[in-house]
């Protein structure tokens, strides 16, 4: 992005005053208000140019490979303009890798693959990672030399008491003893 004078001037006196707290005239708050509208206009027309380099840089990378020499200057264009390759990209480059631009660029839009694949697992992942020990006394302990403060028993719960070992461990039938037929009314005996 580039500044005319008069814009620059106008951005000085913004920064003078954003480190130097001072009140300002009307006549600079108004060209601070241009300023600031002249640069979200060019925000914004670059936005609409990347977004145009993109789409015509997809219909190159469908017409491959016959569109190989726009396909590999669009694709310059828009890596120098700070576009993270796709693997898209990276596939019609290794279709083209027989032509030495080619070539080239499939190295550096790996390596740009690569750092940003990075850049987004750094962003992830808030810190260093620590190890997890979950059982004390393991090889934490070993290398931690201050004593762990120890917090209170739980209270005891009666334990069920263990099978004497000199009896045999009981079978189902005297766990559950077989049913016994009913007997019948006592009326029914007397008269039979």
Do not use: W
Not at 167 to 188: C, D, H, M, N, S
Request: glycine share 6%; proline share 15%.
């Amino acid at each position: 992005m580039a500044f005319s004078a008069d814009e620059l001037r106008v951005l000085r006196r913004a920064l003078a005053v954003a480190l130097h707290p001072a009140p300002l005239a009307d006549a600079d708050v108004h060209d601070c208000l241009r300023l600031a509208g002249s640069v979200d206009e060019a925000v914004r027309e670059a936005n609409r140019l990347r977004a145009f380099l993109l789409a015509d840089l997809a219909r190159y990378r469908t017409a491959l490979p016959g569109s190989a020499p726009g396909y590999l200057e669009l694709l310059q264009d828009a890596l120098a303009a700070g576009y993270d390759p796709t693997p898209d990209d990276l596939a019609a480059l290794r279709g083209l890798r027989a032509l030495p631009v080619a070539a080239a660029l499939l190295e550096r839009c790996r390596r740009l693959a690569e750092h940003s694949v990075r850049a987004r697992l750094a962003a992830v992942t808030p810190g260093p990672r620590t190890r997890l020990l979950a059982l004390p006394g393991g090889r934490a302990a070993a290398q931690d030399p201050k004593p762990q403060p120890k917090s209170e028993p739980a209270p005891a719960r009666p334990q069920p008491k263990a099978p004497r070992p000199d009896r045999p461990i009981p079978t189902p039938g005297e766990v559950f003893p077989p049913r016994r037929k009913p007997l019948p009314p006592p009326a029914a005996r007397a008269a039979g």
